[in-house]
């Protein structure tokens, strides 16, 4: 039955061709251009750590000394260093990684090439296995090497292609502002959405976040040795007043570094907010904080949520977009409705031989589904336009942008069950066709 | 009546249609749309839709295009910018003094300054400021421009009110700002603080940082708006201070628009000698206009954007709008073919489209109006975007009547062509 309704269907569709190209045009343009923007969204605000993200978590103490008699201040997005070393060292967690983030001035001494400024990671050794970073070649460090502030280097692929060429770099020496290290390994590519780890300030951006999607840092070392090679300290978030001249970064009044931590279970989750809650305490007691009941430990979503991590701009689009789509519908539907009752007559026809107002129904139906896949043809190819053009844009998430199955698949599916949900109530009408009367006006 | 005997016996629309008086087209308009109930809900819904998704997105792309105008308040074509990072903090005095005397070797360079950030360029003076030394009275996040001798001079800034920074107003740094300054603020930063008062003599405070106001420029744009949204875009603080360690790193370059660029490669070729032992920031190191360029890039694309997004808009609803139209055209040939029979011109079955596509379109204006003011509302809770002025609603309806007839002209037109002969036809 089904295959003589499709056989219907086309029939009926080349009959009429500058209105089937208007309808199929309509659903081509709309799916097009939701599809583009819900491609981004889809990528913008995926979950970098699938299957894992939900056991990471992000500790938070309010080390700000400033008054604050609402009790409004949620704590600034890093922890000063003493506060984040503190529950570093406290090794309560399954694993732990501190992050610190300086740009460096980086030479390869047997290369020849200019000096550059190196985005440079300051981490601990359960970073890599923590967020899945892929290795090319070599290892990362060991806790040892935390331990003995060994002066070794993990880079990353692009840097090893731009000083090396691409090949086995580890062994070899980098020059960072003064002090030679050593790399012990090199990433593979590495590209996750959003650059998490490392993700502050998003409530101060005013919506433009398009930067949280840059690639991860050039070079990364261990946190204790790096600021043994930069004396200067890691870029501070924040400062609560201006740290006095010559003041080391371990005690000035800043906010600079941050602690991720991964806790298997509920009960050490649950474990973990009650010790920072207590080390909070613990360091009021102590005169060193003042508001000890301000800490919080958003798991990784929630973090990325905190600091609305898709930028405005993008959200915007995908809220036109679907206004966009909308408008299209009503337009096929209308369409829709001109179409199937211009054929009262050959629907009365086909009522009078018995065909049931379900068969109408289901005839109709199929029409305006195999407009919709048409449609969605139009509107794959328009999203593969309208995610190259966004390519060219000058923007940091521009090489994530890619058609992945789950969208492709999503573009028919939603392309057809828009032109059936557009078909419906031009189908329902068309199988409410009087009999009689059609037949009287033949 | 002999017209009216053949048309007994037909569909009570079809009668309306022929019955109506053709003087006074309103009327068997509205019968006939009657009978078209759902397809005419529908192309008034779509045409409410289209103004209300119209009347904002013309609103989002005025309100982009006016931030890309905001008055930065220098001379930018006249300006560039240098920064450089790698060196050794210690040596810093020594590096602002051998950039800027080498640079001002350069032929055709008027002026060579070190100051801490560039309007358009990376910020680096951002901090809150209090009303009261204790720190109480909060009064927003302001940015510093901290200049050292030779800025004020070289940015071009217009003074309204006060004076301009005297030799003994630049004060040694401590960290990032010094202890105690005389400072000039932006109008608009001076009306934010002070409201209907003289800012001269003033003062505000942060942290332990100290600052009185001596001056008052017209504009004066920050690096990039603050957590304020847009409407904080020239709170900036011009301080006066010496530059040295925590002064150090960017420079002002002042030349002739005509020679600018060649001056900045110069520049930027002689950095290489003059300063071997820093690293030259690429991207930040640029004319203004350029940097300028590059931050409002991104609403200049989303401009662009919509404007592709309302051109297709208004395509698709001119196409429905056609499609549905010849239908009906096509559906009552017969009918215009009698009406012509018993007298109508072809003007009457022009206007008679016409008058029906009117009222179809302005029925989807009138819940269209609505509509885009609720979605102004719901923009307003989302994005900062002030609320939606009346006249973008007579202007979107003007758009949408004349992109009405414009659609139906068509079909219309066909429907005129149709002769009187038809009526005589069977079927």
């Known amino acids: 039955m089904f295959g003589y309704y499709l056989n219907l269907a086309l029939r009926s569709l080349m009959r009429n061709k500058m209105l089937t190209a208007l309808m199929v045009i309509a659903i081509a343009v709309g799916i097009g251009a939701s599809m583009t923007t819900l491609t981004v969204m889809h990528l913008l605000s995926g979950d970098p750590l699938p299957g894992r993200s939900q056991h990471i978590f992000y500790p938070q103490v309010d080390p700000s000394p400033l008054p604050d008699p609402e009790n409004t201040h949620k704590p600034w997005d890093m922890m000063d260093y003493r506060s984040a070393t503190d529950l570093w060292s406290a090794h309560r967690a399954d694993r732990q990684a501190l992050i610190g983030r300086s740009a460096l001035r980086l030479t390869a001494p047997d290369m020849n090439q200019p000096p550059l400024m190196a985005q440079v990671l300051s981490t601990t050794s359960d970073f890599f296995p923590m967020f899945a970073v892929p290795f090319q070649y070599g290892d990362s460090w060991q806790p040892q090497d935390d331990q003995q502030r060994t002066r070794v280097a993990v880079i990353s692929s692009d840097l090893n292609i731009k000083l090396f060429g691409g090949a086995n770099s580890v062994g070899r020496t980098l020059r ?51 600021l043994d090679i930069n004396t200067d300290g890691f870029m501070a978030f924040t400062c609560w007043r201006a740290p006095d001249p010559g003041t080391s970064m371990t005690t000035s009044p800043c906010v600079s570094v941050a602690l991720w931590v991964e806790l298997g279970n509920a009960a050490k989750v649950a474990d973990y907010k009650a010790f920072i809650t207590d080390y909070a305490t613990q360091q009021k007691a102590l005169g060193r904080l003042t508001h000890a009941d301000n800490t919080r430990m958003p798991s990784l979503m929630q973090w990325l949520d905190f600091n609305q991590v898709v930028p405005s701009d993008v959200r915007l689009q995908t809220w036109l977009a679907f206004a966009f789509l909308l408008i299209c519908l009503f337009n096929t539907v209308g369409l829709l409705l001109a179409k199937f009752l211009h054929r009262s007559g050959e629907i ?14 289901t005839q109709c139906l199929v029409e305006a589904g195999l407009i919709g896949l048409i449609g969605g043809f139009g509107g794959w190819l328009l999203t593969l336009l309208g995610l190259a053009l966004i390519r060219q844009q000058p923007v940091a998430y521009a090489d994530l942008l890619h058609l992945d199955s789950t969208m492709f698949l999503a573009t028919f599916v939603m392309a057809i069950v828009a032109s059936l949900l557009a078909g419906a109530v031009p189908a329902w009408r068309a199988s409410r066709v009087a009999l009689g009367l059609q037949l009287k006006t033949l | 009546m002999r017209v009216k005997a053949a048309i007994r016996g037909r569909t009570p629309q079809k009668e309306r249609f022929l019955t109506g008086t053709f003087d006074m087209q309103i009327q068997p308009v509205l019968a006939a749309l009657r009978r078209h109930r759902l397809a005419t809900i529908l192309i008034a819904m779509e045409i409410a839709l289209a103004c209300a998704v119209l009347c904002n997105a013309c609103f989002l792309i005025a309100s982009r295009i006016q931030m890309t105008h905001v008055d930065s308040g220098v001379d930018e074509s006249s300006l560039a910018t240098i920064k450089l990072t790698g060196y050794d903090e210690a040596k810093a005095s020594d590096l602002n003094a051998r950039v800027t005397s080498g640079l001002r070797e350069i032929p055709g360079m008027q002026s060579v300054s070190v100051i801490n950030e560039v309007p358009f360029g990376e910020t680096a003076g951002n901090a809150g400021i209090t009303l009261d030394s204790a720190g109480q009275k909060f009064a927003g996040v302001v940015d510093f421009y901290v200049a050292g001798p030779g800025n004020f001079e070289a940015l071009g800034l217009q003074l309204i009110s006060g004076r301009a920074p005297r030799a003994d107003d630049f004060q040694p740094m401590k960290a990032f700002l010094p202890s105690s300054a005389n400072v000039i603020v932006s109008r608009s930063l001076a009306e934010h603080l002070w409201p209907d008062t003289d800012p001269l003599g003033k003062e505000f405070w942060c942290g332990d940082f100290h600052f009185r106001v001596t001056g008052v420029v017209a504009h004066l744009a920050r690096p990039s708006a603050g957590e304020g949204g847009p409407g904080t875009i020239e709170w900036s603080v011009f301080t006066p201070a010496q530059p040295g360690a925590n002064l150090s790193g960017v420079y002002l370059l002042r030349a002739d628009p005509a020679q600018l660029p060649r001056v900045l490669r110069d520049a930027r070729a002689a950095i290489a000698k003059l300063a071997p032992d820093a690293v030259v920031e690429q991207q930040a190191s640029q004319t203004i206009g350029d940097l300028r360029q590059v931050y409002f890039r991104q609403d200049r694309i989303m401009a662009g954007m919509l404007l592709g997004v309302i051109v297709a808009l208004l395509l698709v609803t001119a196409l ?108």
């Open chain 1, 176 to 226: 960072l502002k003064d002090s030679d290290v050593r790399i012990i390994g090199v990433l593979a590519p590495w590209r996750p959405s959003p650059q998490f780890y490392d993700l502050v300030g998003g409530r101060f951006s005013n919506g433009q976040t398009a930067d949280f999607y840059s690639k991860p840092q050039e070079v990364f070392m261990p946190f204790s040795s790096s």
């Open chain 2, 320 to 427: 429905g709008i056609v499609g549905l139209a010849s239908f009906w055209v096509q559906q009552r040939r017969r009918q215009i073919g009698i009406r012509r029979a018993i007298g109508a011109t072809r003007g009457d079955i022009l206007r008679y489209f016409q008058t029906e596509n009117f009222l179809i379109v302005t029925s989807g204006i009138a819940l269209g109006m609505l509509l885009a003011y609720a979605l102004n509302l719901l923009l307003m809770t989302q994005y900062e975007l002030p609320r939606l002025p009346l006249y973008y609603l007579p202007a979107g309806a003007l758009i949408l009547w004349g992109l009405g007839q414009l659609a139906v002209l068509g079909p219309a037109l066909r429907a005129a062509a149709v002769p009187p002969v038809v009526a005589t036809r069977s079927g």
């Open chain 1, 348 to 361: 009365g026809v086909r009522r009078a031989l018995g065909a049931t107002r379900g068969a109408v129904l």
